[in-house]
């Protein structure tokens, strides 16, 4: 029998129900009635001692338990954002909704037509509901967990009786770096929706979930070695590094580290991926001594932090004598080198993407004063580009050998945002149980990047200045003064100007920062480079996701090229990013609609820019009513910060409609 072709059949209907009748009578099935992963599931459900006569889903989690569970699967929710909101939109009156769930089958959300969620709701099936085979018996999300395979269930082959009516499509979504199951996508309505190409649109929907966390995966990866070998090489310690990212997976373990732990009797069986629950950001809140292998020192280990953030877990190793200290200096010495010159290559300004005149003749002011120590503002929107100007400012001046440490004003609240800056010794407050270097302390010899400096607290604003004025500072809680040897770098997309006017930024402090002003220009007014940008893109996450990217049709560029991208370089990356992993060949499939729909929003052959932004920034505000932050808000939908979007939001004078 095919899988699939008669499970809608009325015939095939009466018979599956008098099997399943069969079953709960008996223990036995007929032959060739009931699907092999159907007949398998039942008879999990009938040993588990699941109520056949059940009518709906447990009770939901707790509001509080249902958050904190969502706050575990971020990352999951994060990567699911683009394609649950496509959910939102081509599911609307189809009568069927998208569910995502955690790995034991609890749902974390759920998108599609208003009414059939209403529906759904009467059988619990909704956030915070455990849909497991056990709970639940047969279903698309708790029997594909449990086959770990794609599974579409239809009518009368689900166990329960309530559930009968309706009819399920599901698939497991994995970790793309060891295959772990991270939950499952399932596509549900009542069982007049049945189709059964629906099944392989949700196979589609969760590879594309598996490729944003593959692209947020290389991106985490890359700043952890990016963060991690920054702090290795300051502490300049030659026993070898080993690298495991914020899961606990061995990331990176040079052929130093090999021969030190060799040296000390040490091995270790450790593969690539195998993860260490100590390192691992959720399930612990720091380095717990007993939850160490016995071959790892405590005094070995050093979390990589950035913006607030564990990227994961660095182990030094100890110096193991080798061949002498000049020897060892010499190999040491050719490393770093190495490793700087990489940097210097990789963040050159001739790496910087651009031919507009507006792009050349801010990347030329930049150019100017990076020889120098001046300090350099940079203006701009959101997604202009400016932390990479910033980073070509530092590879090109007389402090390229130093530090470069970067720090997003607005990532940190108000009450940790100084310590993060200028450190704190040890009690200076609850929780400081040891003394911690604050940034310029990191980036001495270097240059400190202050982006969004527009979001500093007065208290802080008063501090940095003193900096500024007097090259020096203490830690919060000391009394010893440290000297700032740092050149300072500092970018907002605010408007500092109207800020000093309203008397909500230091005017002397914006004297001091503004000693260089370079403004980046918008995409919009980029119009030739975004061409170059699309095909560097295109080609990047082709790489990433081996995936060869050949063209791009001039449909496609023409559309890209006409639209005005409010959200700058940075929203054009994660568009090219979506249409990598729609493009199955050569050809870079982008999904010109939603182009042509923001680009029209408002109509009018004469209206501005800035009415264009207005109205496509309310209709997302109206999409998400007027969510402005988290993963489902309008800033993610729009991909700016929450804070830039705030901003915007002042600037063009919109207000929450009544």
């Not at 279903?139 to 449990?146: E, V």
């Not at 997003?408 to 609240?413: E, I, K, S, T, V």
Request: charged share 25%; proline share 5%.
């Amino acid at each position: 029998m095919s899988p699939t072709a008669t499970i809608a059949n009325p015939d095939q209907t009466r018979k599956i129900i008098a099997a399943w009748e069969r079953f709960l009578h008996e223990s036995e099935l007929p032959a060739h009635v009931v699907r092999e992963v159907i007949e398998q599931s039942w008879k999990r459900c009938s040993s588990g001692g699941v109520d056949p006569n059940r009518s709906r889903g447990p009770a939901p989690l707790l509001a509080e338990d249902l958050r904190e569970l969502q706050h575990h699967y971020r990352e999951l929710l994060a990567a699911s954002t683009p394609i649950m909101a496509q959910a939102r939109d081509f599911l609307s009156e189809s009568g069927s909704i998208m569910i995502l769930t955690n790995p034991s089958g609890v749902i974390l959300e759920t998108e599609g037509d208003p009414a059939t969620v209403e529906d759904a709701s009467d059988i619990c099936l909704m956030t915070g509901v455990n849909w497991s085979e056990l709970s639940c018996g047969t279903n698309a999300i708790g029997t594909a967990l449990s086959a770990q395979e794609p599974v579409q269930v239809h009518g009368p082959e689900h166990f329960c009786a309530g559930i009968k009516p309706w009819t399920c499509s599901s698939t497991v979504v994995r970790d793309p770096v060891d295959g772990e199951i991270l939950g499952a996508l399932d596509i549900s309505g009542l069982s007049g929706t049945f189709s059964r190409h629906v099944l392989a649109l949700v196979v589609a929907a969760a590879s594309r979930i598996e490729g944003q966390l593959t692209a947020r995966e290389l991106e985490l990866r890359y700043r952890l070695m990016e963060t991690g070998l920054g702090q290795h090489l300051s502490r300049m310690s030659p026993g070898g590094l080993m690298v495991f990212d914020r899961k606990g997976r061995l990331s990176n373990v040079d052929a130093r580290a090999q021969r030190s732990l060799a040296a000390l009797g040490i091995t270790p069986e450790l593969k690539a991926d195998q993860r260490l629950d100590a390192f691992d950001r959720e399930t612990t809140t720091g380095i717990g001594k007993a939850t160490l292998p016995e071959w790892l020192r405590p005094e070995w280990m050093e979390p990589v932090i950035q913006d607030g953030e564990r990227l994961g877990t660095l182990v030094v190793l100890p110096e193991v004598p080798r061949r002498g200290t000049e020897w060892r200096a010499r190999q040491l010495d050719r490393r770093v080198e190495s490793f700087r010159g990489t940097l210097r290559e990789q963040y050159g300004f001739d790496h910087l993407i651009g031919q507009a005149p507006a792009f050349r003749d801010a990347l030329g002011e930049a150019a100017k004063v990076a020889p120098t120590e001046a300090t350099v503002l940079l203006t701009g929107e959101s997604g202009t580009g400016k932390e990479l100007v910033a980073r070509a400012i530092h590879y090109a001046s007389p402090r390229a050998d130093g530090p470069f440490v970067a720090i997003n004003c607005a990532a940190l609240p108000d009450t940790l945002i100084e310590s993060e800056l200028f450190g704190h010794e040890r009690g200076a407050f609850s929780g400081a149980d040891k003394l911690r270097r604050g940034r310029f302390e990191l980036a001495a010899g270097g240059t400190l990047f202050l982006d969004e400096i527009g979001e500093l607290a007065p208290v802080v604003q008063a501090k940095l200045l003193r900096v500024l004025q007097e090259r020096q500072y203490e830690r919060v809680g000391g009394t010893v003064t440290l000297s700032a040897d740092v050149r300072l770098i500092t970018a907002t997309n605010a408007d500092l100007d109207q800020m000093v006017a309203e008397r909500t930024f230091r005017s002397d402090l914006y004297y001091r920062l503004k000693v260089f002003p370079v403004r980046m220009p918008p995409l919009r007014e980029r119009l030739e480079d975004i061409p170059l940008l699309v095909q560097y893109f295109a080609q990047k996450y082709g790489q990433r996701m081996r995936k060869e990217i050949q063209t791009v049709p001039t449909e496609v560029m023409n559309a890209v090229v006409a639209y005005h991208w409010p959200g700058n370089i940075r929203e054009l990356e994660n568009f090219v990013e979506r249409g990598v992993i729609l493009s199955s060949g050569p050809e870079l499939q982008i999904p010109l609609t939603e182009l042509k729909r923001q680009a029209q929003v408002g109509g009018g052959e004469h209206r501005t820019l800035e009415d264009l932004e207005r109205d496509h920034i309310l209709l997302t505000l109206r999409q998400t009513k007027w969510v402005i932050g988290g993963p489902s808000g309008a800033a993610a939908r729009l991909g700016m910060k929450r804070t830039t979007l705030t901003s915007r939001l002042k600037k063009l004078g919109i207000s929450r409609e009544a």
